[in-house]
């Protein structure tokens, strides 16, 4: 402990057990032992996502890097697609739709509601010709703290006898609340090593549907780093198209463990507690979230909304320069209006206390009026009603 | 950050920058390099005894063992000392004599109370033969959250004009809490890496003037190990008298760098303004400190007394095991009946208000009565009024 | 010290001072400190690169991924491009070209020559129309352990007076060999991180000329992920349009830093120094280097003729399996009929005499006739004779 | 892979392994999870020592704080002990016995001869009031590179029928070459962390039979800090008399695991191994070793003595300077004649070679005529021969 843990939704604080993993001596990715490292990685990735028949790729990247590989590798140049758009992260994977020459019919949602599957429905079930080649979501809003329900949009995709893909930004979501991939019947699912899998930024991890495998072969946007089909082929031979990042592959073995240790039911508890005490402290200090209704509150990031005449880029900017902890801002029609509270990864109950505490502080020192310790004493007791909830990990 | 940090009176959690700098390859310490290391690092640990005439000595060992190397590179068997106790460690010091066949005449104060530099005189001015040989003291008293007022001490000695050695425990005060080797005439300094110096344990430090090593000549006592003038001839020549703990030594010099970028006066402001934080919790909760009057107050560690029927032990065990975070129970006479907090090193404001939190609600849980939040808003309180007077180290 | 170096020619083992560099406590790339870190390290790379006028442009990618980057934000769909090919490397660049839609016009060279200049030269004379867009060209050919003459490929540009853009793969030779972007008359650089710099992989890392950034307006070919004109105004900012790897870009200070304190002309005399031994060792081994003159062997790998007869493949897979050292195969044509030694990085002549101890015993366990002993001799004398000529440098 | 590795009889290199299990955060060793820890490294350690019915005792200090310790607790002021001397080791334990006012009685054996059985019997016999309260014997002399025969040492003790007390310096033998306390009817056996365990120096590491607690009750030496009633009192309900290094301990925790994963018999074959080709180079250098007799050598460290006119101190500062690596100086009366291989620890045969090669450089840079490569040749045969006799550990 020198510095203190970031409240940001992601990069996510990283545990001592994956710094000491990755922090590794060089290994050459041409020997016998690289097969034996992404092998198992890529079919215990499977795990996580919750799917049988889904295959999973890495690319050493981010998750704008994932988005893109989804694109390009399972649509042509001018192909329709569906987007929801209800925050910062789906506004700009809408607009690398357009960069890649899509043509992208976005659905507008009110900033703290979710994917809209209704509206979805009926356009949907208007296109009787199949123009529309696939339907974008994202499941965790991060900007808006909105987690959707995918299932729903799936719903609407068969009511319509619709066969379009379903591509699902799970970047801010996966191993971290529930997820499934099969049953939800997604066929692109995109997320990446710094979020819930607690890693540096690096690695876009995707899996896909043998759908999706099958309109890969038409698909005729243009495409070489992210290509699927070279990867595919490498890594069944145990191998890489071309240099891997083996240190955060060997991370990534390790992060499973550990969230295999601990067992993914026990991980979403563990992200609802959290959680939880976030939400009681933001009611304690009289204030919303952007969320519209519980059922869409994310376990990963909360969007405090500001009372009117509060500046939130201010704030932020304050607590950190006064009390070094970060927290992340309003963004987009949000910007100055709103902060983020992200509470996914490793975080403890009692560093999130200790955050609660620091943007109490801030707002007093800012002039948002909020009584210090207010928020505290609300997390405080969440926590302790629901310690039994959920079992630590060790370091 | 993955768990929580200590809040123990020490071993004080490690800097990020001292973890990276003591994680190293073997080094020969037979090579050039090492004279090259182990010269600066002496010289600069003057400046945190605050001695320009006094000679530093490090040990592969901890602050016991520098208690023992104090006493046997200075005295003699049946040698007559004088040691105030009013604390487990003092007490220990104590015992340590007898092991080592000295007459060791305790001085008792009330725990809580400091060193009884005022009996000492009685006694020291009633020894026309100068059968005392050392005055032994320790300077901040880890088990009652007590500073003593060493000048204090010295001064007893001097008005009773006594040629006797002040032996001074400076274990959990170095480079936290204002310390003055030549001002306050002490002849012997002991200290250890794992508090002020933020390193693992594993090192006693000691400095020792003129005067002890004049007295090192006819000291008595059998010694190898921890024998002052092996090391010193091994250290003027650059060398170790046996193989030394290479990472600490350069881990030290890098805790020294640290300090001497903050400069010591902030370092001391820093903890005291940690310090501070602590003791407007405490009194929120209505308890109060061990030590009887605020300039006894340690600014390292804090000494609560429970009400009555609290059970300190059993409190300390549930707030590890319910939350994951580390106190120090209440030791000797205090067992059970109080519990201590650390507050030294690098232990940030929020991070400090997190462990505040969390044995609040640990004492709720335990039935303590104490309102949840409200030793939090002292502190956060606190800590709002004061940012300004200390500045942050980076990692 | 655990395991054994490796001797491939990239990722290259990382240095201590590297790995502390990197293992770090997750960092808000929002915070007022990110600016302050990205921006010194773009310009800092100007001077590796070897350009006033260029701009440097990191991915979190590889190589690879810098390829496509510098196609993608440069040329338009089926624009012709003229592309030396002498190994794999060069080969796996043409491919990528035609994935994208560009009209490449490939100009072999014998796998062991170097860029063909004047067969360009010939072609771009040609081209009255100017209908070459751009002229691909790769500085260290990997597989072949032939570092190309980039100057005498500008001068088939000037004197044709053509206006392509030159593009240079220096993917294994920037920061161990002399490069020179702005006297070249280089328009794009494309390397990453895990070679000279010493780093993981994990980054592409770009500089683009004045001319370049002119063509870019223009330039058609879909882009997001690495789309230069977004990555250009979040750095403009000290943003970044995604999240950034910020481990690795904290490790790219660190390595700048390193390359600035011994100094790049020492940085080259090393490896040349290095190389030396090497190729010492193939010639008292009877062998000879798949480069064909001493002017295009690389310092950074040598390429291996092995004797008719020898199974390259195997030789590795022994090496590896018996000694615990990796060396590179044979590549494309030369798959099985020689193998490769990475010779970059921070490599030490004792550690080279390690692996060539280690060649040597796998050689004569798998029938290659060579003296044990031979080849080291050759480089200890080597080494010896030059080791006035570098300097080491401290972890 | 930054510097080389050293080839000094210690400390010695620390595996990969190692040093990510002791870079820890600091932990609380009042807490319930010391006694998890500290009970199974104190069982665990008895393996190593080859005893069922001893017990083993850490304590954070070195080999020689441990020779005190041995001392302290078993003997009394004016106690007769007798000691075998035939190297720098040796002759510091015994000057530790005199500073501890004990009688000692040295039988001095040549140099390159080990402890003196034959002698030790004649006057174990003679001594027949038993006035001999113990033999303290040096079984692997670092300074001569010689292994004594303890088991003769102890027929020695039991033909005389003799109750003297056997102490045993196993330093840098323990965990690389057989060692057998049971069965060689040792008392006491003293190493440390930075030998055979692979750790940085800081912990002495002990063993002792029930005749030795025996004993313990009737030893008038004074201790404290190295008091072996309190720390087994301590241990024995899962604590410490003080602060322990945890972070040490919980590296011995993954030495032992190491060990036991590898087994014991394969550690001590490897070490035979990599010691057999340095035997074998010094040979084709045309020198000798120390040690008289093969059955005497050391398998941890080889003492080369140098043809006349070579200055071993020159030839060991050079290799340093000019090649960066460390090699032990010649000892004692050996200072300037010899100079000293260490092959103990994770050393490869591959970096084993890289050592010689130094070494013969640097022998060649001096003006000691040798043949460039000849020693490399031997040790490149011998592990070739030998290389399926030993399997390698994974880092």
Known sequence: MTSNPVFIPGPSNIPERLRRAIDIETRDHRSPDFPAL?????????????????????????GTGGWEAALSNTLSPGDRVLLGRYGTFSQKWAEMCRQHGLDVE????????????????????????????????????????????????????????????????CVSSL??????????????AITASQKGFMLPTGLAILAMSPKAIVAMQAAGLPRSFFDFTAMLASNHSGG??????VPLIVGLRESLAMLSEEGLERVFARHARIAGGVRAAVAAWGMSLCARQPQLYSD???????????????????VYRAYGVSFGVGLGELDGRAFRIGHL???????????????????????????????VAAAQDHYRMTRGTALKIAA
């Open 240 to 245: 890489f198209p071309y240099t891997p990042p």
């Open 300 to 318: 990963t990031v909360s969007t405090v909304l500001l009372p009117p005449g509060a500046d939130g880029r201010a704030l932020i900017d304050h």
């Open 345 to 375: 990864g490793m975080l403890t109950d009692v560093a999130m206390l200790g955050g609660l505490a620091a943007i109490e502080m801030a707002m007093a020192d800012v002039g948002i009026p909020v009584p210090l310790g207010a928020g």
């Open 38 to 62: 992404i092998g198992p990685v890529l079919d215990d990735l499977r795990t996580v996502f919750r799917t049988e028949r889904g295959q999973v790729l890495l690319f050493p990247s981010t």
């Open 175 to 188: 191993a971290s609340m529930p997820f499934e991939m099969d049953a939800w019947g997604i066929d692109v």
């Open 106 to 169: 976005i659905v507008d949602a009110p900033w703290g509601a979710g994917a809209p599957a209704a509206a979805f429905e009926t356009i949907l079930a208007a296109d009787r010709t199949h123009s529309i080649k696939a339907v974008l979501v994202t499941h965790n809003e991060t900007a808006t703290g909105v987690v959707s329900d995918i299932a729903a949009v799936r719903r609407a995709l068969d009511d319509a006898a619709h066969p379009a893909l379903l591509l699902v930004d």
